[in-house]
């Protein structure tokens, strides 16, 4: 597709971490270049790629949102749905970029998408009920909810239920309702009401993930995650069935939106992770369960 087609609901972004320390050490060489003023990455002499984004390794985290993210989040106060999706192999800085990772030495000016995309979004509720009130309208109402699921050897477990460790575990799975609504029957829903209840949620879930060693990263996540907020907005809408009503009627209108956090697992070939055994098994899982992400992150 045309990247300048705006119409596009799809975009693509690229973005090259800088090397890390073992690749310093072994004084590996830096193959890619970016050309100036377009989003376009060359590897090696002649072979180039051109996306709808692309971020050197200078680049930082607010830039990265401010350019993909922030107009999604936004949308959610339309009724838009929107995907951030983090795709690349173990090691490459999905979990950095989306900033899932919680390590209690990350600075604000580092904080990945996902924290941004919070706080973003109950900055918007909040300013959106104060302006109401500042101009003596009926505030906005805003219920906001999270879900957490990982898709770990091609099956769904539920990161916020407290069961799924035991015999008791529900087998949740993907169904679809007659208006082709897609959800997971039995899915725990939780109602969030600020950004640190939020953050807190995805933070417990985010531990709770399956993670493994392979040659490529000591703790490589294993599952696919989708970390889903839902923001239901009841506002006021003003109609006049009188002309001369200067007043005016009220009514009210509902708009609903899902916005999904997804954290891919490390996609890279088996004989570069050195997997065997069981560690092979999720390494083919890994690949079959991205057409479950993509059935249910479109609904």
Same mark, same amino acid.
């Given at each position: ?9 799809? %975009? ?34 002649? %072979? ?29 106060? +339309? ?14 800085? %999905? ?20 924290? =941004? ?8 509720? !909040? ?40 015999? !008791? ?34 933070? =417990?879930? @985010? ?17 696919? @995650? ?5 923001? +239901? ?9 009188? @002309? ?24 890279? =070939?088996? %004989? ?28």
């Amino acid at each position: 597709m045309d990247r300048n087609d705006q119409d596009t609901s799809v %975009k693509v972004a690229v973005r090259i971490r800088p090397q890390n320390a073992k690749e310093q050490v072994d004084m590996c060489r830096v193959c890619t270049f970016v050309t100036p003023g377009e989003p376009q990455v060359v590897l090696g002499r002649d %072979k180039a790629f051109t996306y709808d984004y692309v971020f050197d390794t200078g680049t930082e985290q607010v830039q990265l949102y401010t350019s993909c993210v922030e107009k999604l989040v936004e949308g959610c106060f +339309s009724g838009l749905n929107a995907t951030v999706l983090a795709y690349g192999q173990t090691g490459s800085g %999905k979990t950095y970029t989306m900033g899932t990772g919680f390590d209690v030495t990350v600075l604000p000016d580092e904080q990945g998408v996902v924290p =941004r995309a919070v706080h973003h979004l109950f900055n918007g509720i !909040n300013s959106r009920i104060q302006d109401a009130i500042k101009e003596k309208r009926d505030p906005p109402q805003f219920d906001v909810s999270a879900q957490f699921l990982e898709l770990y050897n091609e099956e769904i477990i539920d990161l916020f239920d407290p069961s799924r460790d035991t015999s !008791n575990s529900k087998r949740l799975k993907i169904h679809e309702t007659h208006e082709g609504v897609i959800y997971v029957d039995g899915a725990v829903v939780q109602s969030v009401k600020s950004e640190s209840e939020t953050l807190d949620a995805l933070k =417990r879930g @985010a531990l709770s993930r399956t993670v493994g060693s392979t040659n490529m990263n000591a703790q490589s996540s294993r599952s696919h @995650a989708i970390f889903t907020i839902s923001v +239901s907005q009841k506002r006021p809408v003003l109609q006049s069935t009188d @002309a001369s009503d200067s007043a005016g009627s009220q009514d009210w209108e509902t708009l609903t939106a899902k916005f999904h956090f997804v954290d891919l697992a490390g996609s890279e =070939r088996l %004989k570069r992770t050195g997997a065997t055994g069981e560690r092979a098994k999720e390494g083919i899982s890994i690949n079959c369960g991205l057409v479950s992400i993509c059935v249910h992150m479109y609904n």
